[in-house]
């Protein structure tokens, strides 16, 4: 499916515009669905935008405290590969462009030139009439600003010039690392409905680890009367929060701001905050604005941590209700960088429970309950069993004896169990990397690898020699 004609990129610094040209089309979509790929595929009534639109998207693109090295090492959190062709960030813009909104502000920082590439090439032809769909503002300096970005809260007010350009009422906050399929229609009818100068959207049911962005306090209408921000990991007395009852709900740290009650909020209230959740929301509530909730029940996962990422990319092979199914979903489609690959070449080899990219060359090997990543090259008697396999970003040139003498990809022979691959590894033959002891922390960067929460991760373009055991 080719994106609406409505939808063209510009990535915007104090001195710097770009607009590529390409044309955007959506990797995957299942043959079943007969969608055409003509520049006159007539764009269904679900993705016009309506005439009265005014609402603006910001996504945050990454953040300094990952806890997902080594594989945001050299990119942002959002950049990561998900789902053998997509990256983390597609998931949230597709939810702006199923949702009808005609504006996506992407506030990039840390590590952002690989992201800052994809959104570019991804969306190129993104436009609605004459206006960018999606623009990235990189992290700059000016006379009145000469550090980077300290935060959420920093940004927004530091790009308040930029984002004032466009003609909108509310801005809808994204952190672009999570992963979910939500109609941001339903968040922006409640917040509207409720007149609203905040609305919040909070799960409307609770796992051990959704306090990671604190609790909202709701009364029966939905109004939130108290915030609780991460009271089990960030509260320094000790002081700690009884369990989740039914009136409190785990933040998304998805929010919805009045553009008035945004610009008061970080140019008069608190032009020193530097972070949105734990000082704007807390300093809204306390001025009496009205700060309202939207439960949400659907799937969503923070991806925000080694754990997550690669439960996140196991869950997308099943085809359960409980996973991220977006990409084979029709009327919520997925949309990414088209590559223009060749089909993945498979010779006689055992697939079973895997999601296998564009353009790899699987021979005569087993692959089970795995992601393989793009121009992946696997070789004859390689076995890999639960693991993700980002792929490569290049075919490797010339014939393989003239090139280095281990080439980029599985060598034959070699066994992988529950790891995660990163771009442009070289693993030679016979390789076992398969965590017998079950080692569950292990740091080893200078030999390519580290172990964490018992999952071996190889670093990207790591090179592993023949006969290697992990």
């Known amino acids: 499916m080719s994106l609406p004609t409505w939808l063209n990129l510009k990535i915007n610094a104090p001195h710097f515009v770009y ?12 043959s079943k669905l007969n969608l055409s790929y003509t520049q006159h595929f007539e764009c269904p009534n679900s993705l016009i935008p309506p005439a009265d639109q005014n609402v603006a998207a910001i996504v945050f693109g990454d953040g300094s405290n990952s806890r997902l090295y080594p594989l945001t090492k050299r990119r942002s959190e959002s950049a990561l590969p998900i789902a053998g062709n997509y990256r983390l960030i597609d998931a949230v813009v597709s939810n702006c462009i199923n949702s009808n909104i005609r504006k996506v502000y992407a506030l ?28 990235v503002i990189a992290a700059y300096q000016s006379p009145e600003g000469k550090g980077w970005f300290q935060g959420t809260a ?31 229609q339903e968040l922006l009818e409640a917040h509207w409905n409720n007149r609203a100068d905040i609305t919040v959207a909070v799960l409307s049911r609770t796992r051990d680890n959704d306090t990671e962005f604190g609790t909202f306090q709701l009364n029966s209408e939905n109004q939130v009367i108290a915030f609780k921000d991460n009271p089990e990991k960030r509260v320094q007395n000790s002081e700690k929060l009884k369990d989740i009852s039914h009136d409190n709900f785990a933040s ?19 032009p020193l905050a530097n972070d949105f959740r734990r000082e704007v929301v807390p300093g809204a509530i306390s001025l009496g604005m009205n700060v309202y909730a939207h439960k949400f029940s659907g799937y969503w996962d923070d991806i925000r941590s080694i754990e997550a990422y690669y439960r996140a990319n196991m869950e997308s092979i099943k085809n359960t ?40 060359f699987l021979n005569r090997c087993k692959i089970r309950g795995t992601v393989v990543g793009m121009r992946t090259r696997v070789g004859d008697g390689a076995t890999v069993e639960d693991s993700v396999i980002m792929g490569s970003d290049t075919y ?10 281990i080439p980029i990809g599985i060598g034959e022979g070699t066994q992988i169990r529950k790891a995660i691959i990163d771009k442009n590894v070289r693993i030679g033959k016979n390789v076992k990397i398969l965590n017998r002891e079950n080692v569950q922390e292990c ?24 006969g290697s055991i992990i």
């Open 19 to 30: 607009k590529p040209t390409s044309k955007l089309i959506p990797a995957s979509v299942p």
């Open 108 to 135: 990039t920082q840390f590590n952002s030139a690989s992201l800052n590439s994809h959104l570019s090439r991804a969306y190129s032809s993104a436009r609605i009439g004459n206006e960018a769909l999606v623009e």
């Open 154 to 184: 920093d940004a927004i007010r530091r790009c308040l010039w930029v984002l004032e350009e466009y003609p909108i009422l509310e801005f809808l906050l994204l952190p672009g690392y999570h992963l979910y399929k939500m109609d941001f």
């Open 252 to 270: 998304m740290d998805i929010y919805v701001v009045n553009k008035d009650a945004m610009i008061k909020l970080l140019t008069e209230y608190h």
């Open 321 to 360: 209700n409980k996973a991220y199914c977006s990409m084979y979903d029709k009327d919520s489609p997925l949309y990414t960088l088209p590559r223009h690959l060749p089909p993945t070449q498979i010779t006689d080899a055992v697939i079973t429970d895997s999601v296998i990219g564009d353009g790899c």
């Open 396 to 405: 490797q040139g010339g014939r393989l004896e003239e090139d280095i003498h």
């Open 443 to 466: 740091s080893n960067e200078e030999n390519g690898y580290i172990i964490t929460g018992g999952i071996v991760v190889i670093l990207k373009g790591a090179i592993i020699p023949n």
